[in-house]
T-cell receptor, first 114, second 109 residues
C-alpha cells in the first residue's frame, strides 16, 4: 500500500514562472491537505480539499495560489508567477475521513525560486 | 487563537539518557493532539494521536502523555537513530492542524 506520493521532489523555477505540485493520496483516502514549511519555520496549513471540492482555503495566499482535487487524478497545488519568497517545502497529507484520525504526509516538494 | 508551543527548541542527549519533550497548547475544545517525527529532507512521520487528558500511548522507546494544558513525549534510553525533529500539533476548526515549531533532538553515541 503506497503512501502519499508527491512529485516532483525538487522543483526549480525562475521568478515569474508557474509551479505545479502534485499529490496522490494514500489508497482509500479522500481528504487532502497542503502545508508549507518555510526555512526555519514550522508547518503552516494552506488548504483542505475533498474530491472536486475546496473545504477550507483559509491558509492560502489570496493571489497566485490555487489548489484542486479533481474527480480523477492527483491533487494539484499551483503557484503562478513565483517569487523568491515562495521558496519552501510543500507537504501534502491525506486521511481517510477527518483529521481526527491518522493523517499521513508525503515526502514533500522542495521549491526553489531563482 | 489556537497556539502550540514546544520546548526546548533543541536538545542534546547521550545515548541511553532519558528525557522528555514538552508541548503546551491553547485551544478551545481539544479534539486531538498529534505527535510527528520529521527527519531532515523528509515529510513528517505520524507517531501518536491523543484525544483526552490522562491518555497515554507508547511505541518502542517513546511514550506520549496528555493533560488539559500540555503533552509530553518521553524518550526512554534513546539511541542515535532517535535523532530527529519532533513536532506537536492540534486540530483547529474542522480539519486543519496547527503545528508547534518542533524540538530538534540529537542523540550522541
Amino acid at each position: 500500500n503506497a503512501g502519499v506520493m508527491q512529485n516532483p521532489r525538487h522543483l526549480v523555477r525562475r521568478r515569474g514562472q508557474e509551479a505545479r505540485l502534485r499529490c496522490s493520496p494514500m489508497k482509500g483516502h479522500s481528504h487532502v491537505y497542503w502545508y508549507r514549511q518555510l526555512p526555519e519555520e514550522g508547518l503552516k496549513f494552506m488548504v483542505y480539499l475533498q474530491k472536486e471540492n475546496i473545504i477550507d482555503e483559509s491558509g492560502m495566499p489570496k493571489e497566485r495560489f490555487s489548489a484542486e482535487f479533481p474527480k480523477e487524478g492527483p491533487s494539484i497545488l499551483r503557484i503562478q508567477q513565483v517569487v523568491r519568497g515562495d521558496s519552501a517545502a510543500y507537504f501534502c497529507a491525506s486521511s481517510s475521513d477527518s483529521m481526527n484520525t491518522e493523517a499521513f504526509f508525503g515526502q514533500g516538494t522542495r521549491l526553489t525560486v531563482v | 487563537e489556537d497556539q502550540v508551543t514546544q520546548s526546548p527548541e533543541a536538545l542534546r542527549l547521550q545515548e541511553g539518557e532519558s528525557s522528555s519533550l514538552n508541548c503546551s497548547y491553547t485551544v478551545s475544545g481539544l479534539r486531538g493532539l498529534f505527535w510527528y517525527r520529521q527527519d531532515p529532507g523528509k515529510g513528517p512521520e505520524f507517531l501518536f494521536t491523543l484525544y483526552s487528558a490522562g491518555e497515554e500511548k507508547e511505541k518502542e522507546r517513546l511514550k506520549a502523555t496528555l493533560t488539559k494544558k500540555e503533552s509530553f513525549l518521553h524518550i526512554t534510553a534513546p539511541k542515535p537513530e532517535d535523532s530527529a525533529t519532533y513536532l506537536c500539533a492540534v486540530i483547529q476548526g474542522a480539519q486543519k492542524l496547527v503545528f508547534g515549531q518542533g524540538t530538534r533532538l540529537t542523540i550522541n553515541p
